[in-house]
């Protein structure tokens, strides 16, 4: 069975820091990593990972992913009280079961 | 454009009593997914449809029952409610043969059943 666990499960922080949330996964037929952001709402796509040490960057949120130790983190520096949300890692697991697998996420606050 | 459209938004239901919930998406895609979202865990795929005529179980399929009705449309069918499914239903879509693995997530139905 796909597993995907996130860690730390909870975070508060002050604006300004800087935040490492972590990402491991067994996923049979990976094809890729995924990061969502979720608000409110529904869940909003961040980045697709599927090549090891290739850093993808969007502003002050970053990723990476090691294939061979099966672990993704996602980088967020100089935290703004907007960055609260939770943060959502899922497997990607494709041939004909193609699915994601969500991790349990990290709720992430930010104190001004 | 609309993306992927879930109705009911909210939903009260007595233990026992069935509902149906409806997905439509208008991207084109070949894939669709049913999610629950409970507290602290995360997001649970209940069911999912790889292509139209075809539907799988996901990580929590008991107590429910899916129908892909078209290549747009996919519901969500619970016959006799229980409490355990309280929750925040999540309908996604996704574009399966380009393999990019991003879903599109519609806004999400909260049901509580009492």
């Known amino acids: 069975e796909d597993k995907v666990v996130q860690s730390p499960l909870s975070l508060v922080v002050h604006e300004g820091d800087t935040v490492t949330l972590n990402c491991s996964y067994e996923?049979?037929?990976?094809?890729?990593l995924l990061w969502y952001k979720q608000e409110k709402k529904a869940p909003t796509f961040l980045f697709m990972l599927t090549s090891s040490g290739i850093e993808k960057k969007s502003g002050r949120l970053s990723s990476i992913l090691d294939k061979k130790e099966l672990f993704s983190i996602l980088n967020i520096t100089a935290t703004q009280t907007g960055d609260s949300a939770i943060y959502l890692c899922?497997?990607?697991?494709?041939?004909?079961?193609?699915?994601?697998?969500f991790g349990k996420g990290t709720l992430l606050t930010v104190n001004p | 454009n609309a993306g992927v459209t879930q109705t009911p938004k909210f939903q009260v239901l007595k233990t026992g009593q069935s509902m149906t919930l409806q997905c439509a998406q208008d991207?084109?895609?070949?894939?669709m997914y049913w999610y629950r979202q409970d507290p602290g865990m995360g997001l649970r795929l209940i069911y999912y449809?790889?292509?139209?005529?075809?539907?799988d179980k996901g990580e929590v399929p008991n107590g429910y029952n899916v129908s892909r009705l078209n290549k747009r449309e996919f519901s969500l069918r619970l016959e006799s409610a229980a409490p355990s499914q309280t929750s925040v239903y999540f309908c996604?879509?996704?574009?399966?043969?380009?393999?990019?693995?991003?879903?599109?997530f519609g806004e999400g139905s909260r049901l509580t059943v009492l």
């Open positions: 899922a497997g990607h697991s494709g041939g004909s079961n193609y699915k994601l697998t």
């Open positions: 991207m084109n895609h070949n894939s």
């Open positions: 996604a879509s996704g574009r399966q043969k380009k393999n990019t693995g991003e879903l599109f």
């Open positions: 449809s790889a292509s139209e005529g075809t539907t």
């Open positions: 996923v049979t037929n990976f094809r890729s």
